[in-house]
């Protein structure tokens, strides 16, 4: 299955709070699961990425948390501020030879920092 | 150095038209993947291109086809236009061997 589930679809926080996104797939074959943040009328940036052999990476406000035995990843975004509202997607990749990365994005979650 | 450009930015098409979409791909990438993005959901890989050959492909039907030309830049072509057909169409470029996935900021396909 190729399939990536997300939730929630949206989110909304407070101004300092923690903002949780949660993934799973089902495809064992996946070996890099990137997050991507998307404002509107713009194309999706790549946050942060994470491989299946590490259980956690975090960059500034952002980890990620990765478990392999459950086919479960999740972004974590501490202290909130309202410039981080925008559309996050996690995706899972494969990578064949001779071919670069394609990837299996989840639906979104539309996150919404309050001030 | 700019990243990837597309054009046009914003298209409307009539149903049963044909379609050219446009993607100059970042300084330094050889690889351009495309990708439908309907609206409130995740992107859809379409097609990949590297060597001016198509390498891996979606579950998108043979109305969509592309090009990959000599200096990398790529086309996207969609014959028969469906009302579905609507949505943002983003294209990425990425170094076959060295990664570096960037996204341009897509063309807004509207099909009435």
Redesign the interface.
């Known amino acids: 299955q190729q399939q990536?589930k997300?939730s929630p679809q949206s989110l909304i926080v407070q101004k300092g709070g923690i903002s949780i996104i949660n993934c799973a797939y089902e495809n064992t074959a996946f070996d890099y699961f990137?997050w991507?943040q998307q404002f509107p009328?713009?194309?999706?940036?790549?946050l942060i990425a994470i491989r299946p052999d590490v259980s956690e990476k975090k960059e500034g406000r952002f980890t990620i948390s990765f478990n392999k035995s459950a086919k479960q990843f999740s972004l974590h975004i501490m202290d909130s501020q309202p410039g981080d509202s925008a559309t996050y997607?996690c995706?899972a990749s494969t990578k064949?030879s001779?071919?670069?990365?394609?990837?299996?994005?989840?639906?979104?979650t539309q996150l919404t920092v309050l001030p | 150095d700019a990243g990837?450009t597309q054009s046009p930015t914003h298209l409307i098409k009539t149903r049963g038209q044909q379609v050219t979409l446009r993607c100059s791909p970042k300084s330094g990438h050889d690889?351009v993947?495309w990708?439908q993005q309907a609206l409130?959901?995740?992107?859809?890989?379409i097609f990949?291109y590297?060597e001016e050959e198509e390498?891996?492909r979606?579950n998108f039907p043979d109305r969509f086809s592309g090009h990959q030309f000599p200096n990398y830049s790529s086309e996207l072509n969609v014959n028969a236009l469906l009302l579905g057909d609507s949505a943002l169409y983003?294209c990425?470029s990425?170094?076959?061997f060295q990664?570096g996935?960037?996204?341009?900021?897509?063309t807004r396909l509207t099909v009435v």
């Open positions: 990536v997300q990137p991507y009328g713009k194309g999706p940036a790549l997607f995706a064949r001779g071919s670069a990365r394609q990837l299996t994005f989840g639906s979104g | 990837v690889t993947s990708y409130g959901q995740g992107p859809q890989f990949q590297y390498r891996q979606g983003l990425a990425s170094s076959l990664g996935y960037t996204f341009g900021s897509g």
